[in-house]
């Protein structure tokens, strides 16, 4: 019992199991520690970390931030957060409002591509105050105009679609710099949603901005894939992590700690190589 998972959402973003849930999952997966990492918020971490210490699993504090890249967006993930310092605090509001307005705009577009829903449809999934392109694509199905949460992304929400609205309003350096502040470090989340010819230099960007790790074992990456980001976590002294992005009902075919008919299998000694980045 040496797992772990350092990649997952409850329902503060955008997940639909409760912060405790989670800890309760993470017992019953086997996990000795996870980090939870919802976006732009820390308000499941108080819950998450005490039913974690009831049921003896170790616990992470974490978030999930955006920051803004020449191709679009680039997610990245901080550790070791704890949900009170207030310059943090303070930071991840700001961009809890921005996603608000941007969900406003999503809504418009929708209805100016023929598939309205309304805000308050959108709103009702929102349980934790930071809303996201999920929440719309429950209420897209709710309404009956996709039948998946990934019908609701392929036709309306994803980059490129009609009703996409482009957010992130940090930089990547940015972005670590408010992980920084917060006394935690930085990793690189699921590469593969970056272009795959840029991932060097980006890597070799964020390592001279003070990145930590870089998410290597990932349910979409490929064994050739991992093998290449291993290579480059070794070549600028990053720590190879990973995670299953778990966001439950919403991401059907990922497991806990598993990731997609467990392909994902973190071991300890990475949250205890992280630990020493800080
Ligand atoms: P947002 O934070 O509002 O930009 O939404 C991002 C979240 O939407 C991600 O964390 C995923 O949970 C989900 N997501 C993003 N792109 C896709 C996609 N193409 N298909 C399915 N889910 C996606
Ligand atoms: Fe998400
Ligand atoms: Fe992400
Ligand atoms: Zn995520």
Known sequence: MDRID????????????????????AKRAGLRAFALTDHDTLAGLDAAKRAAEAVGVEFVGGVELSAWVRHGEMHLLGYFLEDDHPGVRAALAGLRRGRLARIERTVELLAAAGAPVALDAVLRHVAG????????????????????????????????????????EMTAGECIGLVRKGGGVSVL???FTLPRAEVPSIVADLARRGLAGIEVEYPKHDAAFRRELGALAAEHDLVATGGSDYHGAVKPGIEFGKGADGNVAVPYRVLEDLRERR
């Open 129 to 168: 105050g930071s809303p996201g392109r999920p929440h719309v694509a429950r209420a897209l199905v709710d309404a009956g105009h996709v039948a998946t949460i990934q019908e609701a992304f392929d036709r309306y929400l994803a980059s490129g679609r009609p009703a996409y609205v482009p957010r992130a």
């Open 6 to 25: 350092l990649h997952c959402h409850s329902t503060a973003s955008d997940g639909t199991d409760a912060p405790d849930a989670l800890a309760a999952l």
């Open 189 to 191: 989340a699921h590469p």
